[in-house]
């Protein structure tokens, strides 16, 4: 479980250094919204009390009971705005942590559950059918835009942060995410001209402790030397950091 360890996360900054714009809360269920008559009243106060208890969950960085209330709540009321939304921004506050979380800290207190990509494409999802239902709302382009940037797919962040623009041309969170990204990307390129990427823990294997040899990155994101990786799950077909269930063998699994 991640709830006892999202207080350690700046809730503003990816494992980049990138900072997230419009995440910080979500939106209340509102009583006026009732429906208008597509939810029997009482389905639609179970709604309701689903969604205030995600809130609950989400403003104490519980974002995994959160998404649950907020899956329950859209089982029951598909589409729904302002559960997808808010389901959307909880599934980036977890990618966010786990991008975040150094790999030292892996080893020390290993997690459970979904990689930061899965994370990402699972509110990357929600945003979309948000944007579907709501093209004029300027969060819906935002969380698609912050999906984005999560999964490293910059130009297409951009674009919908453009978009957003578009429809609300003064929007300070579209507006600072634009500016973020531009410096973020201009970094990139210039690292990437100069050619003085900078050596950092990501190239160091966490078993062996050296630098990676013929590296494998397993699909919750974490990477090892190939031998350390396969003589760990000697002792299991988990994860040596994250405890990630591993359906992979050395024949099957390619060095990166």
């Given at each position: 479980?991640?709830?006892?360890?999202?207080?350690?996360?700046?809730?503003?900054t990816?494992?980049?250094?990138?900072?997230?714009?419009?995440i910080?809360?979500?939106?209340?269920y509102?009583?006026?919204?009732?429906?208008?008559?597509?939810?029997?009243?009482?389905?639609?106060t179970?709604?309701f009390?689903?969604?205030?208890k995600?809130?609950?969950?989400?403003?104490?960085?519980?974002?995994?009971?959160?998404?649950?209330?907020?899956?329950?709540?859209n089982?029951?009321?598909?589409?729904?705005?302002?559960?997808?939304?808010?389901?959307?921004?909880?599934?980036?506050?977890?990618s966010?942590?786990?991008?975040?979380?150094?790999?030292?800290?892996?080893?020390?207190?290993?997690?459970?559950?979904l990689?930061?990509?899965?994370h990402?494409?699972l509110?990357?999802?929600?945003?979309?059918?948000?944007?579907?239902l709501?093209?004029n709302?300027?969060?819906?382009?935002?969380?698609?835009?912050?999906?984005?940037?999560?999964?490293?797919?910059?130009?297409?962040a951009r674009?919908?942060?453009?978009?957003?623009?578009?429809?609300?041309?003064?929007?300070?969170?579209?507006?600072?995410?634009?500016?973020?990204?531009?410096?973020?990307?201009?970094?990139?390129?210039?690292?990437?001209?100069?050619?003085?990427?900078?050596?950092?823990?990501?190239?160091?294997?966490?078993l062996?402790?050296?630098?990676?040899?013929?590296?494998?990155?397993?699909?919750?994101g974490?990477?090892?030397?190939?031998?350390?990786?396969?003589?760990?799950?000697?002792?299991?077909?988990?994860c040596?950091?994250?405890?990630?269930?591993?359906f992979?063998?050395?024949?099957?699994?390619?060095?990166?």
């Open positions: 479980m991640y709830c006892t360890v999202f207080s350690q996360m700046s809730a503003e990816t494992a980049s250094g990138f900072p997230l714009v419009g910080d809360d979500v939106d209340d509102i009583w006026a919204n009732e429906g208008e008559g597509s939810l029997p009243w009482d389905r639609y179970h709604v009390d689903l969604v205030q995600g809130n609950r969950a989400f403003r104490e960085s519980n974002f995994e009971e959160a998404i649950s209330n907020y899956s329950r709540a089982n029951i009321k598909p589409g729904d705005p302002i559960v997808l939304g808010n389901r959307s921004s909880a599934y980036i506050r977890i966010q942590f786990l991008k975040h979380r150094p790999p030292s800290a892996s080893e020390y207190r290993p997690l459970n559950g990689d930061p990509t899965t990402a494409e509110a990357l999802k929600d945003a979309e059918k948000l944007l579907n709501q093209s709302s300027m969060k819906s382009h935002l969380l698609k835009a912050n999906a984005l940037i999560l999964l490293e797919r910059y130009d297409m674009d919908a942060i453009l978009s957003g623009l578009q429809v609300d041309p003064f929007s300070n969170p579209l507006q600072a995410s634009l500016q973020n990204l531009e410096r973020t990307t201009a970094s990139l390129i210039g690292r990437r001209i100069h050619g003085t990427p900078e050596r950092t823990d990501d190239f160091d294997c966490t062996c402790l050296k630098l990676l040899y013929e590296p494998i990155t397993t699909p919750c974490h990477s090892f030397c190939r031998s350390c990786l396969f003589q760990s799950m000697d002792r299991g077909n988990k040596p950091l994250c405890r990630a269930v591993l992979i063998t050395p024949r099957t699994c390619a060095v990166r």
